[in-house]
């Protein structure tokens, strides 16, 4: 088992620390990163993208039951670490690699097909990772990742609760989220001031009631459900008709907005005086389809 101290003279020695800028926890539980391991369900003939290496607490015990590890890692010092060290089994390849920048279709080929992804997540870049695998989402084929507590929350909230947003909803629509593990501050060094939170997303599954929907334009989602939880407290309504979704050129369309903003809520056969917390994924789904109907007839009528 790796305990604290000697995390923190394994740094020292490389004349290293923690980085707050790139949020660094290092795990220093061997028996909690091979829980993890375990957890995640790695098969023989994986290729698993890591992203953020750190010491390599995950590294080391996914090289031993994934064919090749494939690991991320923003800080130069630490890729310098292993380096020197020569500590990494040789089926481990390490990239110095911001992954909010890394190109998801060279990841693709590197990982020869849909990536998998294993992460011991800084908690500064856990809402643009997870926007970053949504945007990639044909791309992937799960990622296990630790979160703080409270984005985990937010994944796998209900509707009508404070934490259902909107990394709840576009996430929903093309992956299901599972809660593995709750991990004390203990484990890390630095010790973090709140748990964190391993999840497996599954890019592969849907629930079944999403499937049976009609197709809808992803895009047009992004959109209903941004515009939609910009301002939590108003109404659908006042929200969509202020979000830019409908085109408007003059203060005269714009006058009308509101109006073909509640006619589309309404077909979705929705209450224009819901809030966007009320609405489960399914009813996003069919105000999406709704919006992209009205679309359709200001395209006929421009086009007689």
């Given at each position: 088992?790796?305990a604290?101290?000697?995390?923190?003279?394994?740094l020292?020695?490389?004349?290293?620390?923690?980085?707050?800028r790139f949020?660094?926890?290092?795990?220093?539980?061997?028996g909690?990163?091979?829980?993890?391991?375990?957890?995640g369900?790695i098969?023989?003939?994986?290729?698993?993208l890591?992203?953020?290496?750190?010491?390599?607490a995950?590294?080391?015990?996914l090289?031993?039951v994934?064919r090749?590890?494939?690991?991320?890692?923003?800080?130069?010092?630490?890729i310098?670490y292993?380096?020197?060290e020569?500590d990494l089994?040789?089926?481990?390849t390490?990239?110095?690699q911001?992954?909010?920048?890394?190109?998801?279709?060279?990841?693709f080929e590197k990982?020869?097909g849909?990536?998998k992804?294993?992460?011991?997540l800084?908690?500064?870049?856990?809402?643009p990772?997870?926007?970053?695998?949504?945007?990639?989402?044909?791309?992937?084929?799960?990622?296990?990742i630790?979160?703080?507590?409270?984005?985990?929350d937010r994944?796998t909230?209900?509707?009508?609760?404070?934490q259902?947003?909107?990394?709840t909803?576009l996430l929903s629509?093309?992956?299901?989220v599972t809660?593995?593990l709750?991990?004390?501050?203990a484990?890390?060094?630095p010790?973090?001031?709140i748990?964190?939170?391993?999840?497996?997303?599954?890019?592969?599954?849907?629930?079944?009631?999403?499937?049976?929907?009609?197709?809808y334009?992803?895009?047009?989602l992004?959109?209903v459900?941004?515009g939609?939880?910009?301002q939590?407290?108003?109404?659908l309504?006042?929200?969509?008709?202020?979000?830019?979704?409908f085109?408007?050129?003059?203060?005269e369309?714009?006058?009308t907005?509101?109006?073909r903003?509640?006619?589309?809520?309404?077909?979705a056969?929705?209450?224009?005086?819901a809030?966007?917390e009320d609405?489960?994924?399914e009813d996003?789904?069919?105000?999406?389809l709704?919006?992209a109907?009205?679309?359709?007839?200001?395209?006929m009528?421009?086009l007689?």
């Amino acid at each position: 088992m790796t305990a604290p101290h000697n995390t923190r003279s394994s740094l020292e020695k490389h004349q290293l620390a923690p980085k707050k800028r790139f949020g660094q926890n290092f795990l220093v539980h061997r028996g909690t990163a091979e829980a993890i391991v375990h957890a995640g369900r790695i098969h023989n003939d994986d290729i698993i993208l890591e992203v953020g290496v750190g010491l390599g607490a995950l590294t080391r015990p996914l090289a031993r039951v994934a064919r090749k590890v494939i690991g991320l890692e923003i800080d130069s010092g630490i890729i310098r670490y292993h380096q020197e060290e020569s500590d990494l089994p040789e089926n481990v390849t390490l990239i110095h690699q911001d992954v909010l920048k890394a190109d998801f279709a060279a990841l693709f080929e590197k990982c020869q097909g849909s990536i998998k992804i294993m992460a011991n997540l800084p908690y500064s870049i856990s809402n643009p990772f997870l926007f970053k695998l949504i945007e990639n989402q044909e791309k992937m084929a799960w990622a296990t990742i630790m979160l703080q507590k409270e984005v985990a929350d937010r994944l796998t909230a209900r509707p009508g609760t404070k934490q259902y947003g909107v990394p709840t909803v576009l996430l929903s629509a093309c992956a299901t989220v599972t809660r593995l593990l709750t991990l004390k501050p203990a484990e890390f060094h630095p010790r973090p001031k709140i748990d964190s939170v391993v999840v497996r997303i599954d890019f592969d599954q849907q629930a079944e009631q999403i499937k049976s929907l009609p197709p809808y334009d992803h895009g047009l989602l992004h959109r209903v459900v941004r515009g939609a939880f910009s301002q939590r407290r108003k109404t659908l309504v006042n929200t969509l008709s202020s979000a830019h979704i409908f085109p408007s050129s003059s203060e005269e369309e714009r006058g009308t907005i509101k109006q073909r903003t509640e006619a589309v809520i309404r077909q979705a056969e929705l209450s224009p005086s819901a809030r966007a917390e009320d609405l489960s994924l399914e009813d996003f789904i069919r105000l999406t389809l709704a919006f992209a109907d009205h679309f359709s007839q200001d395209c006929m009528v421009i086009l007689v």
